[in-house]
Every structure is written in C-alpha cells, then in structure tokens.
C-alpha cells in the first residue's frame, strides 16, 4: 500500500512518460509532414499564442522580422560554437544561405507545429508536478528526488535546443542531439518512476543472479539506441534528398541513400539476434507470469513491428505514416528494454544467497 503522497508521484510519473511518448510521435508527424518551420519562431507562433489560420492574419513583414531574429540568434550560436572550439561549424551556420530564406505560410503545417509545442508545453508542467511530489521522497531515496530534478535542467535545455533547431532551419546535427537528448529525458523519467515503485514493490526484482542477462540486456538496449541514431542520420539524409529532388521520384530516394541506410537496415538483423537471446535467457530464468517475461516479449514484439515498418519503408517510398511509427516504435522499444534492464536488479533481501 503506498501512502497519498507517493501514490501522487507515480501517477503523475506514469503520465508524464505516456505524454512525452505521445510527443514524440507529434515530432514524428511534424517531422513527416515537413512542418518543422511551420513557427519560424520561437516560443510564439507568428508572435502569436494562437496562431493564424490563413495569411491574412500574418505579421506585417513577417519574412524580414523572422529572418532578423533568426540571423541574430545564429550569431550568437556561432559564437558560442567558436568559444567551445567549434568554428569550422559555427563558419558554416554564419554563411548557410538558407537561414535568410523564409518558409510560405502553411496554416497545416503550423497547427501541426503548434500542436507538437502544446503537447512540449503539457509535458514540461507534468515534470514540474513531478520535481515537486518528489519531495516526498527526500528522506526515502534522494536519487529520486535529484534526477527529477536534473531532467527538469535538461527539459529546459531541450526547449532552448528546440529554439536552435528552428533558428538553424532543421540543421541535421542538432536534430540528431534533440533526439538524443528526448531518450535521455525518457530514460529518466522511467528510473525514478521505477525507484519510486521498488520502494514498497520488492517483489518486481529479482532474487535470483542475473548479471550476464542484465549485461545483455544492456547491450541489446544500447544497440538500440545506436539503431535510432543511425535512423536519425538516414532520415536527415531523406531530407536533403527530397529537397535536391524537388520531392519528385520518391520511389527512388531509397536507393540513393548510401552507405548508412545500408548499415541501418542490416544492423535491425544483429538486433534481432541479440534480443532473441535475450528472450531465451530470461526464459529459462523466470515464469512466465513474471514481469522479467512479460517485458522481454514485449521487446520482441516490438521488434517484429519495427521491421516491419522497416520493409514498408524500404519498399513503399517511405510513405510518410510509416516514418512516424518508425520512429515511435524505436523510443517505445527502447523504453521497454529500459525497464527491463531495471526490473533485472536483485532484491538486496537475497544478496547473500
């Protein structure tokens, strides 16, 4: 039985992880759709709160005031690349061309935007809801209340990323940190909800050894993740290929994708393997009505599901729906492999058997 308080923080917690899944399938749209511009700025939309829904509504020079705005942030960015060592990047963010050109108004494309900041904004009160429940927990366990504290710093860190994403016009290698940084926000949100509930739930961990199953089921999460970086990199590469194909011949971006599309695709077999005998070695360790059994079949569901939207896109032109559960499939996945690395710790009541 958990006391009021701590029941608030795990409800509150699983909320948060099921609203920051369902953020990420809302980039997922956005970035399908192409409305990653749809709000050339930031955090307004058209310097609105609600924003327009047909030109006539649009700021007066609009395009000249946006572009000032973003040239000045760049500057500021280049700025801070060149202090950190990175000039050769900050050059290149100085003399992208592409940042003084602004994007045609598209009410759909920014709802869509707006939509996605809405769900960004839900999500970054949930985790304050979270920081301050966990107070509760100060005396119990400070990790709780110390990595609710430390993703609400990265959450803050992720908005203002995002407002560099913008200002950059979608560079690729910040979308590749946003997407790595949203799985370590995740991975967060999923521990302490976890610490939180091994608090009076024991029984979830193990009593027998497990550190050969825990160390693969490491490896098979961290394979994972190198899988959703690599996707990251191959869905810049569609981008840049529907631009310099002026969004013609889809049927053969595919085939001009190179070699990390090709690594891509082959390492999701590595993937399978290695899970699949991950599957093999919690069953033969657990029943199946344990929760060790339940999460790594739900791995391999997942799994199956991921390749299969792999085949779609492969051989479908990369429909765009298909993109999205791509990349929805890859955090769920990876939030399943999570938690069942963590449901392998042993209960310390049986360390010394």
Same mark, same amino acid.
């Given at each position: 039985?958990?006391?009021?308080?701590?029941?608030?923080?795990? %409800?509150?917690?699983?909320?948060?992880?099921?609203?920051?899944?369902?953020?990420?399938?809302?980039?997922?749209?956005?970035?399908?759709?192409?409305?990653?511009?749809?709000?050339?700025?930031?955090?307004?939309?058209?310097?609105?709160?609600?924003?327009?829904?047909?030109?006539?509504?649009?700021?007066?020079?609009?395009?000249?005031?946006?572009?000032?705005?973003?040239?000045?942030?760049?500057?500021?960015?280049?700025?801070?690349?060149?202090?950190?060592?990175?000039?050769?990047?900050?050059?290149?963010?100085?003399?992208?061309? *592409?940042?003084?050109?602004?994007?045609?108004? %598209?009410?759909?494309?920014?709802? /869509?935007?707006?939509?996605?900041?809405?769900?960004?904004?839900?999500?970054?009160?949930?985790? =304050?809801?979270?920081?301050?429940?966990?107070?509760?927990? #100060?005396? $119990?366990?400070?990790?709780? #209340?110390?990595?609710?504290?430390?993703?609400?710093? $990265?959450?803050?860190?992720?908005?203002?990323?995002?407002?560099?994403?913008?200002?950059?016009?979608?560079?690729?290698?910040?979308?590749?940190?946003?997407?790595?940084?949203?799985?370590? =926000?995740?991975?967060?949100?999923?521990?302490?909800? #976890?610490?939180?509930?091994?608090?009076?739930?024991?029984?979830?961990?193990? *009593?027998?050894?497990?550190?050969?199953?825990?160390?693969?089921?490491?490896?098979?999460?961290?394979?994972?993740?190198?899988?959703?970086?690599?996707?990251?990199?191959?869905?810049?590469?569609?981008?840049?290929?529907?631009?310099?194909?002026?969004?013609?011949?889809?049927?053969?971006?595919?085939?001009?994708?190179?070699?990390?599309?090709?690594?891509?695709?082959?390492?999701?077999?590595?993937?399978?393997?290695?899970?699949?005998?991950?599957? @093999?070695?919690?069953?033969?360790?657990? @029943?199946?009505?344990?929760?060790?059994?339940?999460?790594?079949?739900? @791995?391999?569901?997942?799994?199956?599901?991921? /390749?299969?939207?792999?085949?779609?896109?492969?051989?479908?032109?990369?429909?765009?729906?298909?993109?999205?559960?791509?990349? @929805?499939?890859?955090?769920?996945? #990876?939030?399943?492999?999570?938690?069942?690395?963590? $449901?392998?710790?042993?209960?310390?009541?049986?360390?010394?058997?």
């Amino acid at each position: 039985m958990y006391p009021a308080s701590e029941k608030r923080f795990l %409800n509150i917690s699983l909320i948060t992880i099921i609203t920051l899944f369902v953020l990420i399938l809302a980039g997922g749209v956005v970035r399908s759709s192409g409305s990653g511009m749809g709000c050339p700025d930031w955090p307004k939309c058209f310097d609105k709160y609600i924003p327009p829904t047909n030109a006539s509504e649009l700021p007066a020079n609009y395009r000249e005031k946006y572009v000032e705005k973003r040239v000045a942030k760049n500057q500021r960015f280049a700025h801070m690349l060149d202090v950190l060592g990175y000039g050769k990047m900050a050059e290149r963010i100085r003399n992208d061309e *592409s940042i003084l050109k602004a994007e045609e108004f %598209n009410a759909l494309n920014t709802w /869509i935007e707006y939509i996605n900041r809405l769900v960004g904004v839900v999500f970054g009160f949930l985790l =304050i809801a979270c920081f301050i429940y966990s107070f509760t927990y #100060f005396r $119990l366990s400070k990790s709780i #209340f110390f990595l609710s504290l430390l993703n609400l710093f $990265l959450v803050g860190f992720q908005g203002w990323l995002g407002s560099i994403v913008v200002s950059t016009n979608l560079m690729p290698w910040l979308i590749t940190l946003h997407m790595l940084l949203a799985i370590a =926000i995740l991975a967060i949100c999923i521990a302490t909800y #976890f610490k939180a509930r091994i608090l009076r739930d024991r029984h979830l961990l193990t *009593s027998t050894p497990t550190k050969y199953v825990k160390i693969w089921a490491m490896v098979a999460m961290l394979l994972t993740v190198v899988q959703i970086l690599l996707g990251t990199t191959v869905r810049e590469q569609v981008d840049a290929l529907a631009v310099a194909m002026n969004n013609l011949n889809r049927s053969e971006w595919v085939s001009n994708l190179g070699i990390t599309f090709d690594i891509h695709r082959d390492l999701a077999i590595l993937v399978l393997i290695v899970n699949i005998v991950l599957f @093999v070695m919690v069953r033969a360790r657990y @029943v199946m009505k344990g929760h060790q059994f339940k999460y790594v079949l739900a @791995v391999l569901i997942l799994i199956g599901l991921q /390749i299969l939207s792999g085949i779609i896109l492969s051989y479908l032109a990369l429909p765009p729906v298909a993109q999205t559960t791509h990349l @929805v499939l890859a955090c769920i996945l #990876f939030g399943a492999q999570y938690y069942l690395m963590l $449901l392998l710790g042993r209960n310390k009541l049986y360390s010394r058997i």
